[in-house]
């Protein structure tokens, strides 16, 4: 692509490229500062055995699909023994492997074979519950009430007569109580134990030392066996406030309940976190203070922490990735933030103002195992409530017009600095599966949540590597754990390897020119002058090149300004404007010597 000839009809805007909001990162700056990570679900990648369930060795065999993307790392959701009553994020053991995944020799040679690739592995770590099926939790049961084996989960007696109500009003994330009672070992009703999740993964209690201990030894068991980080499931949970006082509402995943988001539609800032007493509570910022000096103690290169935690507002998420504490957190605001430019605009500039208030990488991230992936969840108008999952019978995405924004959502988002975070599939820009038979449906939360809310299964369904073989391709046979809708065959990896415009291609390139101009460690001042449904920021980096990016948000196309020359665009340029729910990439050698206040006649 060449320079721009703009046509008669479009004016060019007399553009102004506003004060830096983020300055440059030194040109060698820490991995994790500027990573691409590309999260496997791992029951969903790829089977190496035929029995319609992912696999380590499956995945193993697929890495140089990461080398050739050009992602840095590969963060891989729980692959414990595990009853798989939350896809695994309940766990029986922290220190093996599910025979469901393979065995421990397969994480060693997955390690092994990820780091030949120059691929860094971080696994996921689930410190606020473990599995029902935890050998602590079954000692527990057994001991009965007030021993010490109980101390180690959250047991209470119940309320009321005979202690038949749950201890206090907390709601389960995933619907229903957060309470659950036991019977006892003689055959009575005994005592409660709380779950934030669902009944088979009972908190932990994170005031008893073995507790402590426990998750500091499973770091360093993983951490010898060579990984380089962990993400951390619930990382605000941890704590609770003392007493266990009552709480109003039940909070969803991410953190958004209908209240809250009809709230912030209306203009008022988000409730703080940490008024729930199960959020956010100061306690657990000491426990990843000890773990950061864990994982110091194998650096350099420094093994990371990323926080999985849902809080608001910024300035307390933030708190979490302070110099001694984790690295890197998810910004689910940007994840939430409508397909609208001023608040596109908004949330890049309070997570970089934030992330820098604490010298941290802002992150990144579009889609993840837990929400509908962004290929569908664009295909609503913007300010639609992001559901948790689609049935057959809901409202259905315009499919083209999802993959069209999703493809200008991701390149808007690897043009910024800080690490990235992409969820498999989304290099294909696969959509969700908006019509499993509810009968398939896995995840508690549909049950849970009496059918109300359809859950996560739509966006966890196999990977689709081959168009024309059995299952796609997602292994031997043609067996997958959950079907695969019809058009999947058209998004599979060997329909687009190799094909210009194919959204697999997109995504190499603009990682490889990603790395290439060190966007990732880059600085960024807004350009002002377009208009309010245009998104368009200069990226620069220290060896002095600058890349003009251009999100078109508006119905109208709109013009580039003289010298910039097109590197990448989202969908074709036509007669050389941004087209509509279009992103662009392009080099713009401004005038030498210009203030950035200045006015720039483009
Ligand atoms: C967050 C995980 O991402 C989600 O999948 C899981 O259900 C909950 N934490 C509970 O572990
Ligand atoms: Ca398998």
């Known amino acids: 692509m060449g320079p721009v000839t703009p046509t008669e009809t479009s004016p060019r805007p007399a553009l102004r490229v506003c004060p830096l909001l983020h300055t440059a990162d030194p040109r060698h700056s820490a991995w994790w500062r500027h990573a691409v990570i590309y999260q496997v679900y791992p029951r969903s990648w790829a089977d190496s055995n035929g029995d319609g369930i992912g ?9 140089d699909h990461l080398r050739r993307l050009g992602v840095d790392a590969l963060w891989l959701s729980p692959f414990y023994p595990s009853p798989q009553a939350d896809g695994g994020y309940d766990v029986a053991d922290y220190r093996d492997v599910d025979p469901l995944f393979g065995r421990l020799a397969d994480a060693d040679e997955l390690i092994a074979r990820a780091h030949e690739l120059g691929l860094r592995v971080i ?43 749950p201890p206090n009003n907390w709601e389960s994330v995933f619907g229903g109580p957060a309470w659950t009672r036991v019977t006892e070992p003689d055959g009575s009703p005994g005592q409660w134990y709380l779950h934030l999740f669902d009944p088979a993964q009972p908190d932990f209690n994170w005031d008893h030392q073995q507790v402590r201990s426990e998750f500091e030894s499973v770091l360093r068991f993983w951490l010898d066996r060579g ?11 941890l704590v609770k406030r003392k007493g266990l006082p009552d709480h109003r509402a039940r909070t969803h995943m991410l953190g958004d309940t209908e209240e809250a988001a009809a709230h912030v539609l209306d203009g008022h800032a988000p409730e703080p976190t940490h008024q729930i007493p199960y959020w956010d509570q100061d306690g657990v910022h000491e426990i990843y203070r000890s773990w950061r000096t864990v994982l110091d103690s194998y650096g350099p290169p420094d093994r990371i922490l990323c926080a999985e935690a849902w809080v608001e507002p910024q300035e307390r998420a933030v708190r979490y990735t302070r110099p001694d504490e984790m690295h890197q957190a998810f910004n689910f605001d940007f994840l939430g933030t409508p397909w609208i430019a001023a608040d596109l605009v908004a949330v890049i500039e309070r997570s970089l103002l934030a992330a820098d208030s604490v010298g ?16 569908t969840r664009l295909g609503f108008p913007p300010g639609t409530r992001r559901p948790n999952g689609i049935g057959a019978e809901d409202p259905q995405p315009d499919r083209e017009l999802g993959l069209r924004r999703a493809r200008a959502a991701t390149t808007l988002m690897l043009a910024l600095p800080g690490s990235a975070y992409l969820y498999q599939g989304e290099e294909l820009g696969l959509p969700e599966s908006t019509d499993l038979p509810d009968q398939l449906r896995q995840d508690p939360t549909f049950v849970r949540s009496g059918g109300e809310e359809k859950g996560r299964d739509g966006c966890r ?142």
């Open 123 to 165: 696994v996921d770590l689930v410190p606020n519950h473990s599995s029902d099926a935890h050998a602590w939790f079954r000692t527990a049961l057994a001991a009965g009430p007030r021993s010490s084996e109980r101390d180690r989960y959250v047991f209470r007696d119940g309320r009321g007569a005979g202690g038949d109500l």
């Open 461 to 602: 369904v196999p990977m689709p590597w081959t168009r024309d073989a059995p299952g796609h391709g997602f292994g031997p046979g043609p067996a997958t754990w959950l079907p695969q809708p019809k058009v999947y065959g058209h998004y599979a990896v060997d329909q687009q390897d190799g094909v210009a415009g194919s959204t697999l291609e997109l995504y190499r390139t603009l990682l490889r020119l990603r790395r290439e101009l060190s966007l990732g460690s880059g600085s960024l001042a807004f350009v002002g002058g377009y208009g309010p449904d245009v998104v368009a920021f200069v990226n620069g980096n220290a060896d002095g090149d600058r890349l003009l990016v251009v999100a078109n948000l508006g119905a109208e196309p709109v013009v580039l300004p003289d010298a910039a020359e097109v590197i990448e665009a989202s969908a074709p340029l036509g007669d050389g404007l941004v087209p509509t729910d279009t992103t662009v990439w392009a080099r713009w050698p401004w005038r030498a010597g210009h203030r950035t206040t200045d006015s720039l006649d483009a």
């Open 227 to 237: 990984v380089d980080g962990f993400r951390v499931d619930v990382a605000h949970g």
């Open 55 to 63: 696999d380590l060795p499956g995945i193993t065999a697929r890495l």
């Open 360 to 375: 941290a990488p802002s992150t990144w991230v579009l889609s993840n195992h837990d929400v509908v992936r962004h290929a």
